[in-house]
């Protein structure tokens, strides 16, 4: 089989492809428009790290990222994926991963990392629902071939994340936790909808967070009205959740929850995630997922919340 870069004007044998194999490997089937969006007009798309192996027709197809602006620098490359169908098997997965793992070294990258940070981000289908979806693979899915396949590439699994899914129809806030809301209200505490001009501290919030899309994105929110929720001491926002925007197909999307350390301790990080299920659910959501490490004890607040665990992916990385 040839390989070669791949560009736009494969589009349509990617495609073709991609409802062909990627299913199986737990993602969304995806057509045309999606997939030239999501993989040809990202701005992170580079030709020099694409490729198509093609024997009368498409049989695999694989891409990877890089950049200064994205969490680890050029020195970080982003392995986005590589999918082969029956034709070509392990071989052509191999041949493709030789490929991109080779384009990353020249480019200067001293890493190959499959990660969440990735900016050509896959969409998957969660099982046991009728088509919901998560709109970004935390890595690599631990059930599909391509899993162990990585391994015995000479990746490492770093860490595990669990993805976690709830629907949305019979959630309630628990008597406990409203509860909990008056006496965190007694000690100057409370949980509401950020408003502009009324509430301060926002931007010293977020760099204390560090954390640059938090940032990016819940400023932009600030600025255009998009609603999201606010941990309040008086007046100062000291914590964040949201936006609460719900997606075209049912899911409460939200980029996340966050408490600067000072204020951490008073279970404000417990009562922003259930109001902002309860604030998903009344802007017309009908299901929520995310991911979070396997051994995060977030993990049980949002068990009890109703979540369950529906996915597990493996954080690899193999050093150049």
Not at 5 to 21: E, F, I, K, Q, Y
Not at 32 to 57: K, V, Y
Not at 127 to 147: I, M, Q, R, S
Request: glycine share 12%.
């Amino acid at each position: 089989m040839k390989l070669r870069n791949a560009g736009t004007g494969d589009l349509s044998a990617l495609c073709d492809l991609w409802l062909r194999a990627a299913p199986a490997q737990g993602y969304a089937p995806l057509q045309e428009e999606q997939m030239r969006a999501l993989i040809f007009e990202n701005p992170h798309f580079d030709g020099r790290l694409s490729f198509m192996l093609e024997e009368n027709g498409a049989h695999g197809f694989a891409c990877a990222a890089f950049g200064d602006d994205l969490p680890g620098g050029a020195k970080r490359g982003y392995f986005s994926f590589a999918v082969t169908d029956e034709a070509a098997g392990r071989a052509g997965f191999d041949r493709l991963a030789q490929a991109l793992e080779d384009a990353l070294r020249r480019a200067g990258c001293e890493t190959s990392d499959v990660l969440f940070f990735n900016p050509i981000r896959l969409p998957w289908l969660i099982p046991g629902t009728p088509g919901h979806g998560h709109n970004n693979a935390p890595g690599l899915w631990v059930e599909c071939p391509a899993h162990e396949w990585m391994l015995a590439r000479g990746y490492t699994e770093r860490a595990r994340e669990c993805a976690m899914y709830l629907r949305l129809g019979d959630f309630s806030l628990p008597p406990a936790l409203v509860q909990r809301q008056r006496a965190l209200e007694a000690q100057g505490y409370r949980v509401d909808f950020y408003r502009r001009g009324e509430h301060t501290g926002l931007e010293r919030m977020l760099r204390t967070l560090g954390n640059a899309e938090w940032e990016r994105e819940i400023t932009a929110c600030a600025a255009n009205e998009t609603p999201f929720l606010a941990a309040l001491c008086a007046q100062e926002v000291v914590g964040f959740a949201g936006p609460v925007r719900p997606q075209p197909d049912g899911r409460g999307y939200f980029t996340g929850i966050g408490v600067v350390p000072a204020h951490e301790g008073h279970g404000l990080g417990t009562q922003l995630f259930y109001r902002l299920c309860e604030a998903e659910q009344q802007a017309g959501a009908k299901y929520m997922s995310l991911f979070t490490g396997e051994g995060n004890p977030a993990r049980g607040i949002y068990e009890k919340a109703g979540f369950r665990a529906v996915r597990t992916f493996g954080i690899l990385r193999k050093k150049l």
